[in-house]
């Protein structure tokens, strides 16, 4: 049997870590937190939302945006006294990766790198790694995945001041890190309580607690991407507090970030505030109407979807005044830009949009032909006989899904 060398082991380890440096803009320190606060984290989107999007996205194999990660806020090595923040005039020589909130709801693509044998606990005005023989690489290095950002580190540490390009990851991620295209055994499992049910944090019910174990604060390579396999359409909710004079508008599900909100009022587009550093979450300039029109602004600064519209209806469910962290709008209407979509994986003609519907025709099969709303609400199911099926659906971006004996997917299409 041929054994590998000890050298030879490290020189793949060091090949892995390059490979994933290559990739990469920037480098700094990781840690993990349980997630963000109640009702809604840095960002200004609950953990719930994050939850149930993760839920809908698997179905077309999109990044899961319950795997997230906080910013910077600051960039103070050696200062680690309080400030306050959206940082404003002189003090945005302070700024940090999170920018103010503009890179909330942006896509990375991270990689963990070597691992300290010493003492690394983010302590202020101390080393990252003191002590021991220093930073090596482990079976972890190279271990990825995709991730948005999602909150903010404000923290009086070494981690949050001095490594810029610190990366908080959302704990769950080191159970799902993957290597060469495998999972990898977790470095988190969920605590179970005498049930055997996920203990739950008593302040935050969608955060639930880990043991973490043989994750050492790494570091970390990572870059800006745009939303891995993205489909469908942004998404809106209304925040708590949102009342018929006061509206905050929520987005989230973004293909590449939000610098902006305008809405349209009589003829001319209007900025909407952003509400603090809270990227995701804008005031409204005009709540005089029930259905305002908006269109949004990218993190390249353009409009998103090529000036696509969406008229998103005030919630009766609020009756005035939206109580909970999150409240779906009445209805939403997307129009005109353009819409990224995916190309089927069946052969070409397999699946096409038809006049207020959807075919399917494989040849032969028994199965499932499912019509989505772009939220992931089921709208209707068709029987697949002999192959084919036709199914009913309403005109714009639809999500299908099928299912039959050895073959099955989810796409966009759109109607017309």
């Known amino acids: 049997t041929m054994m590998t060398s000890p050298t030879l082991r490290r020189t793949s380890l060091l090949a892995a870590l390059l490979a994933a440096r290559a990739m990469a803009s920037y480098e700094g320190m990781a840690t993990h937190f349980l997630g963000v606060g109640y009702p809604y984290g840095a960002c200004g989107v609950p953990d719930e939302v994050a939850a149930s999007e993760g839920a809908i996205d698997t179905l077309t194999g999109q990044a899961n945006p319950f795997d997230y990660v906080a910013l910077n806020v600051y960039d103070t090595p050696g200062n680690y006294g ?13 700024m940090g990766v999170y920018n103010n909130g503009l890179n909330c709801g942006r896509w990375i693509k991270l990689a963990l790198g070597d691992t300290c044998d010493g003492a690394n606990d983010g302590a202020a005005g101390k080393p990252f790694c003191r002590g021991g023989s220093g930073w090596h690489p482990n079976a972890y290095t190279g271990a990825g995945i995709y991730a948005v950002v999602f909150d903010q580190c404000t923290d009086g540490n070494a981690w949050c001041r001095d490594s810029k390009y610190h990366l908080d990851l959302h704990t769950p991620i080191l159970g799902r890190l993957r290597k060469n295209g495998a ?21 935050n019910p969608w ?18 991407v745009p939303a891995p396999n993205y489909q469908g359409e942004p998404r809106f909710h209304f925040s708590q507090g949102s009342k018929l004079y006061y509206m905050r508008l929520m987005v989230t599900h973004l293909p590449n970030g939000l610098h902006g909100v305008e809405q349209l009022v009589g003829n001319q587009w209007k900025k909407a505030t952003m509400e603090g550093d809270a990227g995701q979450l804008w005031i409204l300039p005009d709540p005089s109407t029930t259905k305002p029109q908006v269109r949004l602004i990218d993190a390249q600064d353009k409009l998103v979807m090529d000036g696509r519209t969406w008229t998103i209806e005030y919630p009766a469910a609020c009756n005035g005044d939206c109580r909970t962290p999150a409240t779906a709008p009445q209805s939403v209407k997307g129009e005109g830009g353009s819409l990224p979509v995916k190309r089927s994986a069946l052969r070409q003609g397999s699946l096409r949009s038809r006049d207020r519907g959807v075919e399917i025709a494989l040849g032969q099969g028994e199965g499932m032909l499912e019509i989505l709303a772009a939220n992931g609400r089921i709208l209707s199911k068709t029987p697949i006989r002999a192959g084919h099926a036709f ?26």
């Open 82 to 94: 309080s400030m306050t923040h959206p940082l404003v005039g002189a003090d945005t020589v302070k």
């Open 183 to 203: 999972l990898l055994p977790p470095l988190a499992t969920p605590v179970l309580d005498p049930s055997g049910k996920p203990k739950a944090d008593p302040n």
């Open 207 to 224: 955060a639930i607690e880990y043991q973490v174990s043989g994750f050492t604060n790494p570091k970390v390579v990572w870059d800006f």
């Open 391 to 416: 199914a009913p659906a309403p005109r714009g971006l639809v999500l299908v899904r099928w299912r039959l004996p050895g073959i099955h997917g989810t796409q966009s299409l759109v109607v017309p």
